[in-house]
């Protein structure tokens, strides 16, 4: 070490919020806006998709309701309970919005759409780090069988 070199100075340890995933809350906002649509979907069809622990757990709970007017009313005691969280302020505009829904607001559909579309992106990701794995450890059969659920995905 040089005794008259000067220390690099550290960068300052910044809290950084958690980036917050837009789909993640326009799904959020759609489930509790039209909770019927919400609950006509499988749990496991949009489970593994959602990035943000806070929503996926919220959406959880959501689920769980047998109705809608059960899921509106667990959607505001959530809200409630972190009423400073941006969930809890996705869950009260979606509450409160009366009448029809405005044009900048995507629809349900619109909605589970794209959420669709991130989990074949996140299983095409899964797939193609399988299949190099199965390449590596010499596994022919699995490799193949690998590539054609990968091939048979991107086609779809």
């Known amino acids: 070490p040089n005794p008259t070199a000067t220390p690099i100075p550290r960068k300052p340890n910044i809290n950084k919020k958690p980036v917050t995933d837009l789909l993640d809350h326009e799904f959020l906002f759609a489930s509790v806006r039209w909770p019927e649509k919400f609950q006509a979907q499988r749990r ?31 959607a505001e005691s959530l809200a409630h309970a972190k009423p400073d969280s941006s969930s809890a302020k996705t ?50 059969d699995e490799q193949l069988r690998l590539l054609k659920e990968l091939q048979d995905l991107r086609t779809s």
Request: hydrophobic share 40%; with cysteine.
């Open 44 to 74: 496991e069809d949009w489970e593994g998709t959602i990035k943000d622990p806070e929503i996926g757990a919220w959406l959880k709970d959501l689920a769980s309701c047998l109705d809608a007017e059960t899921l509106g009313k667990k």
């Open 91 to 140: 869950i009260i505009s979606a509450l409160f919005l009366e009448g029809e829904t405005p044009a900048n607001i995507a629809t349900f559909e619109a909605v589970w759409s794209r959420l669709q579309s991130r989990k074949k992106e996140l299983r095409i990701k899964t797939l193609t780090a399988e299949v190099k794995l199965a390449q590596r450890s010499g596994s022919g």
